[in-house]
């Protein structure tokens, strides 16, 4: 069965630079989220999507933006890293609004030096 | 609102019994719980509405006390594969949807 697809699994940049996150969700499910985790933290809700639209905030940063496309898939991008942005992202997707479980990617395991 | 969650740890022996509880000082409207191993992605064991159902995976239940706002998680007859950090994650409605608040973790170890 098709997953949560993120992409790069990996990144490694430095302080200021830029870094771009990418989700593919679950084919026919509408939702995206969007969560931080740091080391021995729980997942923090950043943002989601319902239908392409943005539907809740969390604590997403302002340097922090993220939109999701006609194909459903999502983008996280995020500006002016800093050493405090290294973390686990993982991307959620589910079909409709609540009573459906969110389905999880992999996450991609971001480094700022 | 971020949900409380006990014990913080828990250490099992193979077959042993645990219950994990998650509460909410805000009215809720589900709670999902879920278990993630070291570096993977939280995996998905269920989802329980406000109405006090009760729910099984396998060897684990759960159950939800919508007048407490509270769920419990219940790991029966404990397996190796079932260590790991649990999650619950909480909904208070339309208001927040999609919008889960994880509480902290509870963090299993099962030993032989």
């Known amino acids: 069965a098709a997953g949560v697809i993120q992409s790069p699994r990996h990144l490694i940049k430095e302080k200021r630079e830029t870094a771009t996150l990418k989700c593919y969700p679950i084919p026919r499910h509408d939702t995206v989220y969007w969560y931080q985790q740091g080391p021995g933290q729980d997942p923090q809700f950043l943002i989601s999507f319902y239908e392409k639209m943005q539907s809740d905030k969390g604590s997403i940063p302002d340097r922090f933006s993220a939109q999701q496309f006609s194909d459903y898939h999502s983008e996280l991008n995020m500006s002016s890293l800093e050493l405090g942005d290294s973390a686990l992202y993982f991307c959620?997707?589910?079909?409709?609004?609540?009573?459906?479980?969110?389905?999880f990617g992999q996450g991609t395991r971001l480094t700022v030096v | 609102q971020q949900p409380v969650q006990s014990p913080q740890a828990v250490i099992l022996r193979e077959g042993e019994d645990a219950v994990i509880n998650c509460s909410s000082s805000k009215a809720l409207y589900s709670v999902h719980w879920y278990r993630q191993k070291h570096g993977e992605a939280p995996v998905f064991l269920m989802i329980l509405l406000k109405g006090g159902e009760q729910k099984g995976h396998e060897k684990i239940s759960a159950s939800f006390n919508e007048k407490k706002q509270q769920s419990s998680l219940y790991l029966t007859a404990s397996q190796l594969s079932y260590s790991g950090t649990y999650f619950c994650?909480?909904?208070?409605?339309?208001?927040?949807?999609?919008?889960?608040?994880f509480g902290a973790g509870t963090q299993v170890v099962v030993t032989p």
């Open positions: 959620a997707s589910s079909y409709t609004r609540l009573n459906t479980e969110a389905f």
């Open positions: 994650g909480t909904e208070r409605g339309s208001d927040s949807w999609g919008k889960l608040q």
